[in-house]
């Protein structure tokens, strides 16, 4: 604070302006703002998934063609990511957080009006740059604004907008779909998106941009020790959790489950994926973010494994589909809590940069695994599935083999 003397209304507005604009380093109040935007992206970018067929049928094109937006919207959100927070990065964060959400809402807009695929791309694109702009920015500003100690809750909070969005926005997202067809509930998207920007603009504080950090240092950074291990694990686990779920209304149909239940399947999905992220962030507090890794990765190991014997034998059992769903969901969004955690932890003063690193590699994940999905899909969902269960296996491996060869400068960062 000033030393000079001033006023003593001036001080009082003062420190109104400052509890507004300056970061609390308190509890998880205002994270909650960052997980309504987190919402309305995740929204964003997985609501395809419940209605691909229909989107396929309306541009004509194949299933695998409209997975294709899917498979873009990743592939350019990983590259715009880093990209965006060099080019933004001086901008206050409010402004960025309310501008990346306005973005996403008129490339919302656009794709409910595409009127074939290359247009729909087009605005899958447009999408990307505007969720590259929000998501990291929101991670990296909800660790600053709690203590220490609560990074990890804080952390699986903002996640938890993309987790409720799995378990609220695709499952509504499909039944608007069946009923309204999906433009209109694209158009819905756009709406909210609107209006979460709206309050950000309103509610958030405004903590101030900081030096860009030119793409040189960003990719130099991923070569601090640590880093490098933790991005691929990243991108291995989204692919896995993601070569089935562009896809999972055929899938599902393969394991007998109809039209009408789809829905209530994927809804299950969202309940383990709020569960399994809020579970991990409080975990990773508690256990160290390895330990709840491993775990994850077991998990869904194991479901995606049961999900491609449900599919290969041609059993039916519809309360084992819900169960497994449920495992599929936790285990595909408890890692995101525990890989942020270590990030910050390993470089707490580039915590924006390895944020952005680290949703890059999510979605280098999600698109990977979805490609490989449009590749499998007219091969069966029991070969989707046997081919997710062993990237998981992947996963684990990697960090059983990077935790034993990084020993105790390993154990320093992950724990």
């Given at each position: 604070m000033s030393s000079i003397s001033i006023p003593r209304e001036d001080s009082a507005e003062q420190q109104r302006q400052g509890s507004r604009d300056k970061p609390s380093s308190g509890g998880l109040g205002r994270t909650l703002i960052l997980a309504l935007g987190t919402f309305a992206v995740g929204t964003d970018a997985f609501v395809l998934a419940g209605f691909l067929?229909?989107?396929?049928?309306?541009?004509?094109?194949?299933?695998?063609?409209?997975?294709?937006?899917?498979?873009?919207?990743?592939?350019?959100?990983?590259?715009?990511?880093?990209?965006?927070?060099?080019?933004?990065?001086?901008?206050?964060?409010?402004?960025?957080?309310?501008?990346?959400?306005?973005?996403?809402?008129?490339?919302?807009?656009?794709?409910?009006?595409?009127?074939?695929?290359?247009?729909?791309?087009?605005?899958?694109?447009?999408?990307?740059?505007?969720?590259?702009?929000?998501?990291?920015?929101?991670?990296?500003?909800?660790?600053?604004?709690?203590?220490?100690?609560?990074?990890?809750?804080?952390?699986?909070?903002?996640?938890?907008?993309?987790?409720?969005?799995?378990?609220?926005?695709?499952?509504?997202?499909?039944?608007?779909?069946?009923?309204?067809?999906?433009?209109?509930?694209?158009?819905?998207?756009?709406?909210?998106?609107?209006?979460?920007?709206?309050?950000?603009?309103?509610?958030?504080?405004?903590?101030?941009?900081?030096?860009?950090?030119?793409?040189?240092?960003?990719?130099?950074?991923?070569?601090?020790?640590?880093?490098?291990?933790?991005?691929?694990l990243t991108a291995l686990g989204m692919a896995a959790a993601y070569t089935v779920y562009a896809y999972a209304i055929p899938a599902l149909h393969a394991l007998g489950i109809a039209d009408g239940a789809t829905a209530w399947i994927l809804s299950a999905y969202g309940v383990g994926a709020v569960a399994g992220?809020?579970?991990?962030?409080?975990?990773?507090?508690?256990?160290?973010?390895?330990?709840?890794?491993?775990?994850?990765?077991?998990?869904?190991?194991?479901?995606?494994?049961?999900?491609?014997?449900?599919?290969?034998?041609g059993v039916h059992a519809p309360l084992l589909v819900v169960l497994l769903a449920v495992v599929w969901g936790a285990s595909t969004w408890c890692q995101t809590p525990p890989q942020q955690h270590r990030l910050f932890s390993a470089a707490p003063a580039e915590a924006p940069l390895l944020m952005a690193l680290n949703a890059s590699a999510i979605y280098v994940g999600i698109g990977i695994g979805t490609a490989a999905g449009g590749l499998l899909v007219a091969s069966g969902a029991a070969k989707m599935f046997t081919v997710a269960a062993l990237v998981a296996c992947g996963a684990l491996g990697w960090l059983a083999a990077t935790g034993r060869s990084r020993g105790r400068r390993w154990s320093t960062l992950a724990e």
């Open positions: 067929p229909d989107v396929a049928k309306s541009l004509h094109t194949s299933t695998a063609g409209a997975g294709q937006a899917v498979t873009v919207f990743a592939a350019a959100y990983a590259v715009a990511s880093p990209v965006v927070a060099t080019l933004t990065a001086r901008f206050p964060r409010r402004l960025l957080l309310v501008a990346a959400l306005v973005v996403l809402a008129a490339a919302n807009a656009a794709s409910a009006l595409a009127p074939n695929l290359p247009f729909l791309l087009a605005a899958r694109v447009l999408a990307a740059a505007g969720a590259a702009g929000y998501t990291p920015t929101a991670g990296a500003v909800s660790a600053a604004l709690v203590r220490p100690e609560m990074r990890g809750r804080a952390l699986s909070v903002v996640v938890a907008g993309l987790t409720v969005a799995t378990a609220l926005g695709v499952p509504l997202g499909d039944a608007v779909g069946s009923v309204m067809g999906w433009r209109a509930a694209l158009g819905l998207v756009a709406g909210l998106c609107l209006l979460t920007a709206i309050a950000a603009a309103a509610l958030m504080p405004t903590p101030p941009g900081s030096a860009p950090v030119p793409l040189a240092a960003r990719v130099a950074a991923l070569r601090r020790p640590g880093v490098a291990t933790v991005l691929p992220n809020l579970a991990a962030g409080i975990a990773a507090d508690r256990l160290g973010p390895t330990r709840v890794l491993a775990a994850g990765y077991t998990l869904m190991a194991a479901s995606m494994a049961a999900f491609a014997v449900l599919a290969a034998t």
